[in-house]
């Protein structure tokens, strides 16, 4: 399949592989998998195994079937395995991580071409597929033991002051992650120390992550519960998956061009906020990102990559 | 290439580390200022064998906590109840389990739903929903004393009418029955709607047309079973009804009762309180309110 293909130039050599990159990625998960650790007690750390060996093993075997290249081993798949798991509470059923897992790889990436061709974010796909289907296994969430030994369920502070009561956490807790959620998205400060590395390592361009979170606070702040510039930013901010969706789940390679890029964060941006303002669901996240996913393509019409020696003709 | 990767990889685990050290540290220092709880302390607990969908109850300092499970819709929701110390008023209800549809069902564990039911006196009840399970009031059963009866509402319904139904019997059969709601200017649902003032649907029946022919299909029936009233408080015995009929057949049967001879206890039919219900989630509201009620029952058995 690989023989007889052309790429135009020219070409930009660099050492930074698909591998070395997703291994960064994977890298910078490790302090979010120790705080669901810490918060959500050590199931969560055998959910993350679980979920990495079945994104892993899935792709193996699909790769092997088909008699493509098996690249299984690049590290992708263990991003996506620790990107889902880090999507549930810990409290998910093993199956339905199974489920979402198998799903992610197989439907979503390989089916569309592996890693690159996938049209939408497999992770974000996967969590979509529980919300929809298992409902309950997913939006039970728990407690930190931190602060409760009982593993009591309550719903997410975005859910519970959507839903007209008054926020139980302070932005601190908040913040550092002492906040009923799923296993990943609690602590917003891990989130970034991982986020930094990315940033460190060039892996990342935190241009559109910024992007897609000022979007989304500014325009909940802007439009907020009781009329305009009521919304509360920190709440925004810091009470549900934001900053997890704008750091990990947001970034797309499809876009060069810097305009694009953006274009397509502010994209996310406003669909999420719209999601938080007026539907039923307080994340908006999943949604957001998804639906920018499905526009990307549309997008990038707006903004081409640049085309080298071709002077552009005046119409 | 390689130095770059190792200090990254260190720069990672020493921030790590630190923002762990943030996190421990914040942790203890909210600790100390942490107050007791709200939770108020249990002194006694309850024993709940043989009590069906009663999952823990006890006697705290302030009154009566029940924990009780109820089947909603898409699961077993949990509830805690908390009541004063007579056990008859309701303080404070949480949800702390359900599986209910989101944006929908699940609206019960919001406070919006929560908040009504404290301060309210036990049991409670949603518009149209009966206390007991309604035994069939055939009229086999008793005799009817002859005479005019006349039933009213407590007080005025959301739209400020209140019902009233009078009933006249002869010879033990019900003979004449007349459904009228009365505004709070004393103007009269049937002469609203008669005039058009009142209007229903478009090209339905009236009000006034409606409540007749329900009065008229009861002197039929000579029975109030028929109408098999739905959560909603509406009907479809009886066609082209489509009003809430909940009102009239509690009034109904409160004439009934009075011809009957029978103690007009239910002259409160309900005594309770009635609540709301999350608009579009019935069977989620309804879930909630039986488990309230059994939680109120249970205290009552146990007192």
Known sequence: MSEARVINGPHIRTQRTTRAVMMDVAISLVPVLLGAIYYFGIRALYLAGLSVAVCVLTEYIWQKLAKKPVTAGDFSAVVTGLLLVFNMPVTVPLWVLVAADVFSILLVKQMFGGLGNNFVNPALMGRLLVMVAWPQAVMQYVVPKTVSVDAV??????????????????????????????????SKLLLLVGFGYLCYKGVVNAEAAFTYIATVTVLTFIFGPEGLFTGDILLNLFGGGLIMGGCYMLTDYVFVSRRGKLLYAATAGVITAAIRIFSVYPEGICFGILTANCMAGMLSLLYKKHVYGIRKIKA | ???????????????????????????ALAQDTEGESAEAKVTEELDTKGAEGIESASKTEDGYLVSVKTKGYGGDIFLNVSFDKAGKKITKVEVTEQKETEGLGAKIAESEFL??????????????????????ISLEDRTLADGDYEAKADGPDNNGFTDQVTMTVKDGK?????????????????????????????????????AEALSAALIEKQSLSFLNVNEQGKTDAVSGVSIAVGGFVNLAEQCLNQAAGEETETQEPQNGTQVDAVAGATISSTAAVEGINAAYEFLQSVK
Do not use: H
């Open chain 1, 153 to 186: 369920s309550a719903a997410t502070i975005l859910g519970s002051v959507k839903g007209g009561n008054t926020p139980e956490y302070s932005y601190l807790q908040m913040f550092l992650g002492e906040m009923p959620g799923a296993m990943g998205e609690t």
């Open chain 2, 1 to 27: 290439m390689k130095n770059k990767n190792v200090r990254g990889i260190l720069a990672l685990a020493v921030v790590t580390a630190l923002s762990f050290g943030v996190i421990l540290g914040s942790k």
């Open chain 2, 115 to 136: 908040s009504q039911f404290e301060g309210a006196e036990a049991p409670v009840y949603l518009p149209g929903m009966s206390l007991e399970e309604k035994e069939e």
């Open chain 2, 174 to 210: 019900i003979t004449a029955v007349n459904w009228e709601s009365v505004g709070a200017d004393g103007s009269k649902k049937s002469v609203l709607s008669e005039n058009g003032e009142y209007v229903m649907t478009e090209d339905g029946l009236t009000w006034k047309e409606q």
